[in-house]
C-alpha cells in the first residue's frame, strides 16, 4: 500500500509504540505517511493481512517493500542509516 518513495506508518493514536516511531521520525526530520488504522478499515485489513491476522503496531512499511512491526528506535535507526 506505501508509495514508490514513502515510508508508511500504520498505527494508532493510543499506542504508545505509533507515538515513540511518528516521535522518532518526526526529531530525526524523516518524512513519513500517517494511517491511523482505527480510522481507515482498508488499512486495518492490511496490517492483519501482513500481520498473520492481528492488528499490530506501529507497522512500518519501508519504500522497498520490506516491513518492520512494532520496532525498537535501534532498529529503525539501522533501516535508516542513523547512529544513535
Given at each position: 500500500?506505501?508509495?514508490?518513495?514513502?515510508?508508511?506508518?500504520?498505527?494508532?493514536?493510543?499506542?504508545?509504540?505509533?507515538?515513540?516511531a511518528r516521535l522518532f521520525f518526526d526529531n530525526?526530520?524523516?518524512?513519513?505517511?500517517?494511517?491511523?488504522?482505527?480510522?481507515?478499515?482498508?488499512?486495518?485489513?492490511?496490517?492483519?493481512?501482513?500481520?498473520?491476522?492481528?492488528?499490530?503496531?506501529?507497522?512500518?512499511?519501508?519504500?522497498?517493500?520490506?516491513?518492520?512491526?512494532?520496532p525498537s528506535d535501534d532498529e529503525m535507526a539501522?533501516?535508516?542509516?542513523?547512529?544513535?
Open positions: 500500500m506505501t508509495t514508490a518513495t514513502q515510508i508508511t506508518i500504520y498505527g494508532t493514536t493510543w499506542c504508545g509504540g505509533s507515538r515513540r530525526n526530520n524523516i518524512i513519513y505517511r500517517w494511517i491511523d488504522i482505527d480510522l481507515d478499515e482498508q488499512a486495518a485489513r492490511y496490517i492483519e493481512s501482513i500481520n498473520h491476522g492481528c492488528r499490530s503496531v506501529p507497522t512500518l512499511e519501508w519504500p522497498d517493500g520490506s516491513i518492520l512491526v512494532e539501522k533501516k535508516l542509516g542513523i547512529n544513535l
